[in-house]
């Protein structure tokens, strides 16, 4: 079940960002970690993502600072390995595979 104003992507997102966002969150939704009050951390999480995805594209020497703050956020919503196995949290069959495409450049 979709909560109510979460599925939206906020308009102030980046393309790349909103690309995200529109992978990210069904996923999360499905296992029901999230709500309406995730909304601006799910934002957050979409850019600092964006922004480590361009500057290793761009060789940039913020990607390590970027690269720390989205990690920060990952835990958050379980998108790591190590906050995942602290869930209880259940997966579709074949839904593996998206999960691990989350980190894949967009």
Do not use: N
């Not at 999230?34 to 909304?39: F, G, K, M, Q």
Request: proline share 4%; hydrophobic share 40%; aromatic share 8%.
């Amino acid at each position: 079940e979709i909560v109510e104003g979460v599925q939206d992507i906020p308009e102030w997102l980046g393309e790349r960002a909103a690309r995200i966002w529109a992978r990210v969150v069904p996923l999360l939704q499905r296992r029901e970690l999230v709500d309406v009050t995730d909304t601006d951390m799910l934002a957050t999480y979409c850019v600092l993502l964006a922004r480590v995805q361009q500057a290793e594209e761009d060789e940039d020497e913020k990607l390590l600072m970027y690269a720390r703050e989205f990690r920060m956020f990952a835990v958050e919503f379980g998108l790591s390995p190590a906050s995942r196995s602290k869930l209880a949290i259940t997966t579709d069959k074949g839904e593996g595979d998206e999960w691990r495409k989350l980190m894949q450049p967009t």
